[in-house]
C-alpha cells in the first residue's frame, strides 16, 4: 500500500522520540499526504510539535489530544484514516517493574483498544512497534510488549473479508531515544564517571531514521500476521563508554532488576517459523497461513536454519569505538566530542 494524495495515517504516541521522527519522514517524503494525525496524551509536547509545523504551511497535519486507554476516543482520532502505525508504550523497565499494572493498561489493553477500533474503522494497514525485550522475556515491559504483539498478530485471524493486516516491526536500542544508554552516557560524562552495569553487556542498535524506514518499507510490503525484525549491528557497553568518555571512570555497579546481559530478537524456538527476507527477518505465525501467503506472493525469501537465534551477543556484525562516535554525531548530537 503506497501513499497517495487520499491517504490519512494516525501515530499514536506521535509526539514521542520515533514519532517526530516518522513525521518528520513523512512530511518530507509525502508532501500530498491528506491528513496526519499525532494522537498522543501529553499536551505540553503537543503544543510544542504544533509550534513546530505551523498549520498555515502543514494544513495536512491534526494534532489529537487523547490516550490509547481510550477505546472511544481512538475511535473517533480513527474516523476516515486508513494507516495506523503504534508506537504509543510506556517502556522505562525499571519503572514496569515498580509500576507493573500501568505498564499492563497502556501496552496491553492500549493495544487492544487500538486494534479493536480499526476493526470498526476504514483502516487498512496497521504496523506495531515491538522491542527486542519482547523476546523471551525477563522483565514486565518486555512481557508487556510480548503480549501487544501476540494480539496485532492475531487480530488478523478475525479481520473477516476487511483488506486490513497487522504487522508488527520489532528492533533493538534506538540510538538517542530518551532514557537509552548514549543520552545517559552523554550527560553522565560530565561528571567524569561512566557507570557500566556488566562488562559483557551487549545491545543491539538502530538509529531513528532506520527505524522509521523499516516501518514504512513493513507498511507498504508487509502480508499481515508477520513480526519483522531488521539485520542491524550490536554495541558492547563497553566500546559505548569508551567512545563517549575514554577519560571517564568507569566502575562495574551490576546490572538491574529485569535487565539481560545480551538481547535476542529471534530465539531458537521462533526459528521454525522464521524466514529471511535480505534486509529484514520476519517471524511467521506457526499456523501456516502466513507462510503460505508469502509462497504465494511470489516475495523472495529463504527458511532460516532450525535452531537459529539472532543475539546481539553472537551478532556476527559489532561497531568499533569509532564508528559508534560517527553515528552520534550523526544522529544524537552533532557537537559530540569525546572527553
Known amino acids: 500500500m503506497a501513499f497517495d494524495s487520499s491517504s490519512r495515517i494516525l501515530v499514536t504516541g506521535g509526539t514521542g522520540s520515533f514519532g517526530k521522527v516518522f513525521v518528520s519522514r513523512i512530511v518530507q517524503r509525502f508532501s500530498g499526504l491528506k491528513r496526519i494525525v499525532i494522537y498522543s496524551r501529553d499536551e505540553l509536547k503537543q503544543w510544542e510539535l504544533q509550534n513546530h509545523y505551523p498549520e498555515a504551511d502543514y494544513p495536512q497535519l491534526r494534532f489529537f489530544l487523547g490516550d490509547v486507554r481510550d477505546q472511544d476516543r481512538l475511535r473517533r482520532a480513527l474516523e476516515q484514516v486508513d494507516t495506523v502505525v503504534h508506537a504509543a508504550a510506556l517502556k522505562q523497565v525499571p519503572a514496569a517493574e515498580y509500576n507493573p499494572m500501568e505498564f499492563v493498561k497502556t501496552n496491553v489493553l492500549g493495544a487492544e483498544n487500538l486494534i479493536q477500533a480499526c476493526l470498526d474503522t476504514s483502516v487498512k494497514r496497521v504496523v506495531a512497534l515491538s522491542t527486542d525485550k519482547a523476546a523471551a522475556p525477563i522483565n514486565l515491559y518486555g512481557a508487556t510488549k510480548l503480549c501487544s504483539d501476540k494480539l496485532f498478530v492475531a487480530a488478523n485471524n478475525i479481520k473477516g473479508d476487511r483488506d486490513l493486516?497487522?504487522?508488527?516491526?520489532?528492533?533493538?536500542?534506538?540510538?538517542?531515544?530518551?532514557?537509552?544508554?548514549?543520552?545517559?552516557?552523554?550527560?553522565?560524562?560530565?561528571?567524569?564517571?561512566?557507570?557500566?552495569?556488566?562488562?559483557?553487556?551487549?545491545?543491539?542498535?538502530?538509529?531513528?531514521?532506520?527505524?522509521?524506514?523499516?516501518?514504512?518499507?513493513?507498511?507498504?510490503?508487509?502480508?499481515?500476521?508477520?513480526?519483522?525484525?531488521?539485520?542491524?549491528?550490536?554495541?558492547?557497553?563497553?566500546?559505548?563508554?569508551?567512545?563517549?568518555?575514554?577519560?571517564?571512570?568507569?566502575?562495574?555497579?551490576?546490572?538491574?532488576?529485569?535487565e539481560k546481559i545480551h538481547e535476542e530478537m529471534i530465539t531458537a524456538s521462533d526459528s521454525f517459523s522464521t524466514i529471511d527476507l535480505g534486509a529484514y527477518y520476519a517471524i511467521l505465525p506457526s499456523d501456516g497461513r502466513v507462510q503460505k501467503l508469502y509462497q504465494d506472493s511470489g516475495i523472495s525469501s529463504t527458511a532460516v536454519p532450525q535452531g537459529f537465534a539472532y543475539n546481539s551477543g553472537s551478532n556476527p556484525e559489532f561497531l568499533s569505538v569509532e564508528q559508534l562516535r560517527s553515528l552520534i554525531r550523526e544522529h544524537v548530537d552533532s557537537a559530540f566530542f569525546p572527553v
Do not use: H, Q
Open 165 to 258: 493486516r497487522f504487522s508488527v516491526v520489532r528492533y533493538g536500542n534506538v540510538m538517542g531515544s530518551r532514557g537509552s544508554v548514549i543520552p545517559f552516557f552523554l550527560n553522565k560524562a560530565r561528571s567524569g564517571v561512566l557507570p557500566i552495569t556488566d562488562p559483557a553487556m551487549t545491545r543491539f542498535n538502530i538509529s531513528l531514521l532506520d527505524g522509521v524506514d523499516m516501518v514504512l518499507w513493513a507498511l507498504e510490503n508487509a502480508l499481515g500476521g508477520e513480526v519483522l525484525v531488521p539485520k542491524i549491528p550490536s554495541y558492547r557497553i563497553t566500546d559505548v563508554a569508551e567512545a563517549i568518555g575514554p577519560s571517564c571512570e568507569k566502575p562495574i555497579t551490576g546490572i538491574r532488576p529485569g
